[in-house]
């Protein structure tokens, strides 16, 4: 299964977007990007997921670059609620049994 | 919205105590999971199960054993608790099929003293 590499710590400013890296440079075709995010003290909570197509819903958007070896999530106007550790994980749809949590990047943003 | 809920948000146990935790989830889900997170290892998986009375062993299943008899529960239990058993224990659901979305509750922190 691909694993995935994002930076450890990141800081954005109230208001502004943040861009959050993921590289998932050996990814397969049937691979799925999926993003999860854990405020502290809490469950991971689901924010988006996409196969090669980008993506938005009411949380964030997923950009996914055509080649698929690498993703950036967007969120859009960040609030200080958004501070959390954000995880990148790919893998096949319905097999979450192989999921390989990494350690994910923690975002601080900053008022 | 689905609800995973946890029995114990804090949990204290001597060594040697079997321990048990538990998790409901409100959503009918087929598949349900057993994390502990740790700092620096990430999440790992203790074991999951994909129906009633079914249940795999995931990365970590050695200290630990899980059951489950009714859909909506899945309990994973400590036979003799030991210290490097202290842990954030996650439990989550999700439903079967190509539903992509994992259900976390909020965990339990689990101290073995």
């Known amino acids: 299964d691909a694993k995935t590499t994002q930076p450890t710590s990141m800081d954005c400013a109230e208001g502004r977007a943040a861009n959050l890296p993921c590289n998932h440079s050996?990814?397969?075709?049937?691979?799925?990007v999926y993003w999860y995010r854990q405020i502290h003290s809490q469950g991971p909570q689901y924010i988006i997921h996409?196969?090669?197509?980008?993506e938005t819903n009411e949380m964030a958007s997923l950009i996914i670059t055509e080649d698929r070896k690498s993703s950036t999530l967007i969120l859009p106007h960040a609030t200080l609620r958004d501070t959390a550790v954000y995880y990148c994980i790919v893998n096949n749809a319905g097999n979450n049994r192989k999921l390989i949590w990494g350690l994910g990047t923690s975002l601080a943003v900053n008022p | 919205d689905v609800k995973v809920t946890q029995s114990s948000r804090y949990l204290v146990k001597r060594t040697g105590e079997k321990v048990f935790l538990e998790c409901v989830q409100d959503m009918d889900h087929e598949n349900m999971f057993w994390y502990r997170q740790d700092p620096g290892l990430g999440l790992r998986l203790i074991y999951f199960s994909y129906d009633v009375k079914m249940k795999e062993k995931g990365d970590i299943p050695e200290g630990y054993s899980v059951s489950r008899e009714k859909k909506e529960r899945f309990s994973l239990i400590l036979e003799s608790a030991s210290t490097n058993q202290t842990s954030m224990y996650l439990c989550?659901?999700?439903?079967?099929?190509?539903?992509?979305?994992?259900?976390f509750g909020s965990g339990t922190q689990l101290s073995v003293l």
């Open positions: 989550a659901s999700r439903d079967r099929g190509i539903s992509e979305k994992l259900f």
């Open positions: 050996t990814i397969s075709g049937n691979e799925y």
């Open positions: 996409g196969l090669k197509n980008n």
